[in-house]
């Protein structure tokens, strides 16, 4: 099982990134998926996850209505649409996957780094 984060780089205040999450040796439509974030100094936070049998969505209240969950089951890829970037939104995002409804998530990406400055 692996997981292949990419996506990240230098964006300004108001712009938009699509980070994306590459599955190896397993099924993405099998399992519950999502993004965390850590910021410099700061604890690991959830940003979004997306359930692998109804494909229902969750967000933090951080990212409502900025950010976006989607799989694509033909790339075995989970992709994370980011608009309005804020400074804030500044930090390494992983993606995860568990094959559980809930518990800890069992498999982690290595993390791409989203930067937002001017």
């Known amino acids: 099982v692996q997981l292949q984060a990419s996506g990240g780089g230098l964006v300004q205040p108001g712009g938009s990134l699509r980070l994306s999450c590459v599955a190896s040796?397993?099924?993405?439509?099998?399992?519950?998926m999502a993004w965390f974030r850590q910021a410099p100094g700061k604890e690991r936070e959830g940003v979004s996850c997306?359930?692998?049998?109804?494909?229902?969505?969750g967000y933090a209240d951080s990212v409502e209505g900025r950010f976006t969950i989607a799989r694509d089951s033909a790339k075995n890829t989970v992709y994370l649409h980011m608009n309005s970037l804020k400074p804030e939104d500044t930090a390494v995002y992983y993606c995860?996957?568990?094959?559980?409804?809930?518990?800890?998530?069992?498999?982690w990406g290595q993390g791409t780094l989203v930067t937002v400055s001017s």
């Open positions: 995860a996957a568990r094959n559980s409804p809930t518990g800890a998530f069992t498999d």
């Open positions: 040796g397993f099924t993405l439509d099998y399992y519950n």
């Open positions: 997306l359930t692998s049998t109804d494909s229902m969505t």
